[in-house]
Structure formats: C-alpha cells, structure tokens
C-alpha cells in the first residue's frame, strides 16, 4: 500500500526520538518528546487557489521541522507516519 496525500498535504516519517540527553541520562519511554523532525515521503500535487494550481515548496527527501501538534498519526503496515499540511510545516532542514 502507499500513501497518495490530496491538496496541499504532506506524508512524512517521523525521526527516531532520543533514547539519552545530551549528558548522558536515558530516558524512559514516557519522558521521550515527540520529534518535530521528519523526512518527506510523498508530497501532494498543491493547493487550487483562484482556479489556479499553488505548487509545492517541500518535495520527497526534504528533512523538515513542522508544528508540536500538528496533523494525523496513520499506522500501514509496520511503519507509522504524519499526514500535515504544508503550511504546518516551519521549515526545510538543510
């Protein structure tokens, strides 16, 4: 199965949370933040605006920071992934 998002909507794949800080603590699986940090899978074809089709600024591959509460959790298969808006996302990671 593969994810096809519609409009202006991103499919990313979340980064692996941190299993100790930076001092060397590990953390408990409860205590870990969610990342805001995510490879882009799939990228939908862009917002109609006035008739008009707005391209996509993000495209696959891009690593990107998006918004703390941001879209929806989907689970296929094993793997889990973020559907977002573009517009929730904050920035391109280069």
Do not use: C, F, W
């Not at 690593?63 to 973020?82: F, N, P, T």
């Amino acid at each position: 199965m593969k994810l096809s998002p519609l409009g202006e909507r991103v499919v990313l794949k979340e980064a692996v949370a941190e299993e100790t800080t930076k001092s060397g603590i590990i953390l408990a699986g409860q205590a870990k933040e969610k990342p805001q940090y995510a490879e882009v899978i799939e990228v939908g074809p862009g917002a109609m605006v006035d008739g008009k089709l707005v391209p996509m600024e993000v495209k696959v591959g891009d690593k990107v920071i998006y918004s703390k509460y941001a879209g929806m959790e989907v689970k296929l298969g094993d793997d889990e992934y973020i559907i977002v808006k573009q517009s929730d996302i904050l920035a391109i990671v280069e």
